[in-house]
């Protein structure tokens, strides 16, 4: 029994590094859908150039500054990264999205899904179309949370999933502390709320809204330098699947909400971990671990079904 529940905390904690990532890529989707009503299905593929470019970096660093230490050279190459990322999302909004404001709602998604083919085949193209190594830049050594006694293994994570952990929890607090305190967040909950309103109140909904997507793709940017660290490889299609996951996880947690995105990247990773934790045990081994990918996508199915709002989401009511 005692061995049991080690399992399970250490199944939860891996849920929780997952979760974590899946939370940082969720607040672009929604930050986006808050102010725009529209999904930005290229958010995966800014993760993607995120650790891509960090990775060149790297290389960059290494061959000028080869006395640099790992921290600070992996902290210089995700600033150069974030630099990257946040005038690409500002690009991606100048040029494909701002034209195609008051189009319907079908015009905006097909661009998403061109401008993701778009940056695929650019890095493709840039770096290749093999995975490629990503260095180990922190410690791998493992920290124990929960001693080992008897049968039951303990807990443990690797330095990289808890500074991936702490690194998330900054992420959020100083983007809730940025939108709820102020003047650029007080600018993007007008616009959210009603734009026209907000410029004749003197607030520019054209810098609001790239203001969102450059934080947005910084926030990108991050989550797929944790994706690099945690896997150590990178390749030109990474962001597809993680960005599909993010964006279950913010109809999960009510899209559109920033709290919702959080707890929505949480529980889809602690969903996630523990269904391929236990799905063996379950199902006669019939089915294994690689089915981690389908909990998503049942997530999402239920969620549209039963709870269309999502778990922290407000019910509208629709207008006659």
Known sequence: MEATLHILLQQCLYGLVLGSVYAVIALGYTMVYGILRIINFAHGEVLMTGAMVTLSAIGVLRNHFPGLGNVPTLGLALAAAAFVCGVLGYAIERLAYRPLRGAPRLAPLITAIGVSIILQTLAMMIWSRNPLPFPQMLPTDSIRLLAASGDAPGASL?????????????????????????????????????????????????????????????????????????????????????????FTAAVLGGIGNLGGAVVGGLLLGLIEQLGAGYIGALTGGVFGSHYQDVFAFIVLIGVLLFRPAGLLGERTADRA
């Open 158 to 246: 690797t330095v990289t999933d808890l500074v991936i952990v702490a690194t998330a929890a900054l992420l959020m607090s100083m983007l809730l502390l940025l939108v709820n305190h102020t003047r650029l967040g007080r600018a993007m909950r007008a616009t959210a709320e009603n734009p026209a309103a907000a410029s004749l109140m003197g607030v520019s909904p054209n810098f609001v809204i790239s203001a969102t997507f450059v934080i947005g793709s910084v926030l990108a940017a991050v989550a797929g330098v944790m994706i690099a660290c945690q896997y150590g490889n990178v390749n030109f299609y990474m962001g597809f699947i993680p960005g599909l996951k993010a």
